[in-house]
């Protein structure tokens, strides 16, 4: 018997063959002693081959691993926790209890009812081996792969594997985005919600399909969906207001609250101190209007405010983050990523390029002789550049910004802060990022690039050394082919 620290469960390995058409090793997990379960599966091998003796063995060793569970918070914890261990997250999982549990369904590929039948047994080991066979297809992961794009790459083959499979948002109130992705989560192991930051990244590498299932208000500050909504004064953003009658004594002109003009239950003016008797006489009462107790303003409208429950931010509702709740499923693109186990593109480089376009390099290489052409006619100044990003993605990577949406959104806006909408950019395969640079000589290239630097820094405290080239357009016999051939040299 083998046991894990998370679980007070029993562990054992059973082989099994025949009507699977070779071996499998099925590593059962069971909330209580195995004995029943063994004493089933000999029931069973009418229809099936077991080895008599059990193996020695662990989960890493299993082809499919089979799960037998009497409490769901036991159940939940054992199947997390073999959901974040990268080398076992793919392993098809058979869940069997009394009554499974719709709330692990998207954790395990497959459940039964307990006891066990003979067909739907077989049945459903057939199934989880129509996965095994599925993935031994795929290449073989690069092991220098880092544990964040692992993962990635991970979740991707397990909607591979899968038919008909989808990543589906639960609501969870304890959640930062108010949702949870609970396969997601487990691989990731983060706290409920925040594996949607790797879920927009997938997507936004056109790796993931999805469909919109809700939308949530967030914190700028924290990103968090516990937000509450309150009404304050619009002159001091006092919270201490409320709604009361306002009087408009005829005789005086005098316009105050109803509260003001109320004496031993008798309305007298508090500015002349006669009394007031008959409504649309002596006085009127026009509107239900807002009072502040704490500045004594009145007004038709509150304004809004949000106050972040999380991080006791307050903001007003324009400035919050609108997040998607999405329903995922695997594209195209992102069914190739998952055979070849290979993520495309870089992820501050598609910040870039939504922000500022890419040009196809062959039109971009037109675009490029014209300006070559207009500069040397006409003399003016303007600068071809050639940059890369890798190392600033490893900076980025390394201080665990790239997954957080405020990241995303403040690195978009110093995009927006050094590039012209004039400037022209394209990438080539090997991730080098060409601008052309239009009226802007070299000495003011290199501002716009030491400002790129600086806003970075002042912006997310790290420190990067941005390297790149230039070539002046308007040098007298400057070539196309010359400045293609210097921009291949390293």
């Known amino acids: 018997m083998i046991t894990t620290p998370e679980s007070t469960g029993f562990e054992d390995v059973i082989r099994i063959k025949e009507k699977l058409g070779e071996e499998k090793n099925l590593h059962v997990i069971s909330e209580e002693d195995l004995d029943n379960f063994i004493i089933t599966l000999a029931e069973l091998k009418a229809g099936t081959s077991f080895s008599e003796d059990s193996l020695t063995g662990t989960v890493d060793d299993a082809d499919i691993i089979i799960i037998q569970i009497k409490n769901l918070d036991w159940g939940e914890n054992t199947l997390r926790h073999l959901k974040k261990q990268s080398n076992n997250f793919l392993k098809p999982v058979l869940l069997i209890s009394t009554k499974p549990p719709e709330e692990l369904q998207f954790l395990i590929d497959d459940s039964l009812q307990w006891p066990l039948t003979q067909d739907s047994f077989i049945e459903s080991l057939e199934k989880l081996t129509n996965i095994n066979q599925k993935l031994e297809m795929l290449e073989e992961l690069d092991p220098s792969t880092n544990e964040f794009e692992l993962k990635q790459v991970l979740l991707l083959r397990h909607l591979y594997s899968r038919e008909t499979s989808a990543l589906k948002p ?56 516990h937000i509450n909504y309150r009404e304050i004064c619009p002159h001091c953003k006092s919270l201490n207001i409320f709604e009361e009658a306002t009087i408009h004594h005829f005789r005086c002109a005098h316009v105050g609250r109803e509260s003001g003009y109320l004496h031993d239950g008798q309305l007298i003016c508090p500015k002349c101190s006669r009394e007031l008797r008959h409504i649309g006489v002596d006085y009127d009462k026009p509107s239900e209007i807002l009072w502040c107790n704490s500045c004594n303003h009145n007004f038709s409208e509150p304004l809004l405010s949000c106050f972040c429950l999380a991080c006791a931010h307050n903001f007003s509702p324009q400035d919050a983050f609108l997040e998607n709740i999405n329903e995922y499923t695997l594209s195209g693109e992102g069914m190739r990523a998952a055979e070849a186990g290979i993520l495309p593109g870089l992820g501050i480089t598609n910040i870039l390029k939504k922000e500022v376009g890419f040009y196809n390099i062959q039109i971009f290489n037109e675009l490029l002789q014209i300006e070559l052409a207009r500069c040397q006619r006409y003399k003016y100044e303007s600068t071809l550049s050639k940059f890369n990003l890798g190392a600033a993605e490893k900076v980025f990577e390394k201080y665990k910004l790239l997954s957080s949406k405020r990241f995303r959104k403040d690195f978009a806006e110093i995009i927006n802060q050094t590039f012209r909408t004039t400037d022209i950019f394209t990438s080539k395969t090997n991730g080098d990022i060409l601008i052309i640079f239009t009226n802007t000589s070299l000495k003011n290239t290199k501002i716009a690039f030491q400002r790129l630097g600086e806003l970075i820094q002042n912006q997310f405290d790290v420190v990067l050394k941005l390297k790149y080239k230039l070539f002046k357009l308007s040098d007298k016999g400057a070539n196309l082919d010359d400045i293609l051939e210097k921009m291949n040299d390293s």
């Open 170 to 225: 639960q609501r969870n109130y304890t959640a930062k985005v108010g949702y949870t992705y609970p396969l997601a989560n487990a691989l990731f192991d983060v706290a409920p919600g925040v594996e949607t930051q790797s879920l927009s990244i997938l997507e936004e590498k056109k790796l993931l399909n999805f469909t919109i299932e809700d939308k949530v208000n967030l914190c700028p500050n924290c990103e968090h969906t």
